[in-house]
């Protein structure tokens, strides 16, 4: 199955055309790296001057940062002179290039060499999610990458058992992917068990053999080792966010519908996948259901933490490839059995047939939605197998053949354009007052004040001030033992800044508002300034101590931005 004789003048030609839609949705989001994305660039700037993976410079290492690889890189990339957010860009651009390339030839194999599925996957995939990502900030496109690479080398160990140097490789492969898969975030180890149990299951003999040996050498032994090094390192066996987004519950159901949408909008890929698993030969339908369960299985893990940050849906649609190689393999098992290469002079011959049924499905297109018009879409193709199956004669399979092109064509371009309005539809983040506060501040940072912020990006990063993060993330003590009083005064805060909202989510964010509230009231902080953020309910409050020496100079670095809309301003 695994033939080298490829059309590379094509595939080259449709690599190219996906890397061009990626460069033109990446440019088209207009999105700065996500303030949380702060927090990552700070313990990487930390660790590249000498610091050490700390949150406070000279204090004890706290893993406030769950993108462990990505705070190396980054950190790599700033001792090499980038700042740390073009490192991001430039890292997270390329993760996602070399991903929707992967994507694109797998799907080219997957679909049994049609190019249309090469962009139907590559190209949703350049233009959606991926590009979006592309500016944020967190590891989403690196994690992606190593997604589809460790699937990739599932292929491999699947269909390459007569070859044993490829054998090897695939194997390899697998358990090094799911390695980086698993550095770069910790709910990784979850999908690596997902996809050695699936692996383990699809192979026998040799293959098994290859794939234990591959797996304790290049996945289980150094993954102990990081492991044993991160508890003795950071004191706690998990994350220090691990600790706060488990608070309270062991399953945090609130968030079953964003993992629900995510369904929901592949829906039409579902549909095309679960179409060829009742088509296609048992054995092969088989073979690709256990493949992709991972990938059905792996968003619902999510539900074991609070998604506070899942900002832009970055928790789910770092498997989103995974979907769109499912659909192309449904478009490989649905095309005509009696198909034959097109040829151009076909197509100028067939062009006004083209030109008017495009123009047909465009019609029905205008009163359904793009998911219905893609439903009704995924089920013409079933239609055509099924016709297929029934006549196979010379002269209708060239009508079937004409047919299928098309609606596979008109599929694929509204495909990307259901991708590309997703990216769109997601959170655009700017830059705001938390921002140019924390530049304000940054002349006071050798003075050791202390701020607690309850937003733990911009300010403490642009500041460089010692920073309490009151919701824990980054803090041990909050994360086990709660925001106190008692806590506050020990830290001996000069400025205090919360944000404040109508209907905050989850409920811990509520109880350290409360916190905070009470706390400058009793301790007699004065109120430099309210800033509305989105409106009147939504509110960046700042508090200074009124016997810090730099009080009257730290509240003006507070308040003399006349860009941001402030409720109130200290006199």
């Known amino acids: 199955m695994l033939s080298l004789k490829l059309d590379w003048k094509r595939i080259s030609l449709a690599l190219v055309l996906i890397l061009l839609l990626l460069i033109f949705a990446q440019a088209a989001h207009s999105v700065v790296p996500s303030e949380d994305a702060f927090i990552t660039f700070r313990y990487a700037r930390n660790l590249a001057e000498g610091q050490g993976l700390v949150w406070n410079p000279g204090e004890d290492p706290v893993e406030g940062s769950t993108e462990f690889l990505w705070v190396i890189l980054l950190a790599g990339a700033y001792r090499l002179g980038l700042s740390i957010e073009q490192a991001a860009w430039i890292l997270s651009y390329a993760?996602?290039?070399?991903?929707?390339?992967?994507?694109?030839l797998i799907a080219y194999w997957l679909s049994r060499r049609?190019?249309?599925?090469m962009m139907l996957a590559g190209g949703a995939f350049a233009i959606g999610p991926a590009?979006?990502?592309?500016?944020?900030?967190?590891?989403?496109?690196?994690f992606s990458l190593f997604l589809v690479g460790s699937f990739l080398a599932q292929l491999l160990c699947l269909y390459a058992r007569h070859r044993k140097r490829l054998l090897r490789v695939g194997c390899s492969l697998l358990a090094l992917n799911l390695l980086l898969l698993s550095l770069t975030r910790p709910e990784g180890v979850l999908y690596s068990l997902l996809?050695?149990?699936v692996s383990w299951h699809l192979s026998a003999g040799e293959t098994r053999k290859h794939l234990i040996r591959a797996v304790l050498i290049y996945l289980v032994v150094p993954g102990l080792v990081y492991f044993g090094w991160r508890w003795l390192y950071f004191g706690y066996p998990l994350p220090n966010t691990f600790y706060v987004k488990s608070y309270g519950e062991f399953l945090h159901l609130r968030y079953i519908w964003d993992i629900y949408e995510m369904f929901r909008f592949t829906a039409p890929l579902l549909l095309l996948f679960g179409c060829a698993l009742v088509?296609?030969?048992?054995?092969?339908a088989m073979q690709m259901l256990w493949l992709f369960t991972p990938a059905f299985l792996f968003p619902w893990f999510y539900l074991l933490i609070d998604q506070t940050q899942n900002i832009g849906f970055r928790f789910q649609y770092p498997i989103y490839p995974l979907?769109?190689?499912?659909?192309?393999?449904?478009?490989?098992?649905l095309a005509p059995r009696v198909a034959s290469p097109w040829r151009w002079r076909q197509l100028w011959e067939q062009f006004p047939r083209l030109v008017g049924t495009f123009l047909a499905l465009f019609a029905v297109a205008v009163p359904l939605d793009n998911r219905t018009f893609l439903i009704v879409l995924a089920l013409g193709l079933l239609l055509l197998k099924l016709w297929d199956y029934r006549d196979s004669s010379a002269n209708t399979g060239s009508h079937r053949q004409y047919l299928y092109l098309i609606f596979t064509a008109v599929f694929t371009l509204f495909l990307l354009r259901q991708s590309y309005f997703l990216a769109k539809s997601f959170y655009h983040t700017q830059f705001d007052d938390r921002r140019a506060v924390g530049m304000a501040l940054l002349p006071f940072a050798d003075k050791d004040y202390t701020i607690v912020v309850s937003e733990a990006g911009w300010i403490p990063y642009f500041s460089r001030w010692?920073?309490?993060?009151?919701?824990?993330?980054?803090?041990?003590?909050?994360?086990h033992e709660g925001l106190s009083f008692d806590y506050l005064d020990s830290v001996h805060p000069d400025i205090i800044m919360y944000h404040d909202v109508a209907r905050p989510n989850p409920p811990r964010w509520t109880d350290m508002i409360a916190t905070l509230q009470s706390y400058v009231q009793r301790r007699g902080y004065?109120?430099?300034?309210?800033?509305?953020?989105?409106?009147?309910?939504?509110?960046?409050?700042?508090?200074?101590?009124?016997?810090?020496?730099?009080?009257e100079a730290l509240i003006q670095a507070i308040t003399e931005h006349d860009q941001y809309s402030y409720q109130y301003r200290a006199p």
Request: avoid cysteine.
């Open 95 to 104: 993760a996602a290039a070399v991903t929707a390339l992967l994507v694109g």
């Open 114 to 117: 049609q190019i249309l599925a």
């Open 131 to 142: 590009a979006y990502y592309a500016h944020f900030g967190f590891a989403t496109n690196l």
């Open 195 to 197: 996809a050695v149990a």
């Open 279 to 284: 088509v296609d030969h048992r054995k092969r």
């Open 323 to 333: 979907f769109l190689l499912a659909a192309v393999y449904g478009v490989g098992v």
């Open 466 to 479: 010692r920073a309490i993060d009151s919701f824990g993330l980054n803090d041990e003590h909050i994360a």
């Open 526 to 551: 004065t109120l430099a300034a309210i800033v509305e953020r989105k409106g009147k309910n939504d509110l960046h409050i700042y508090y200074v101590r009124p016997d810090n020496p730099d009080a």
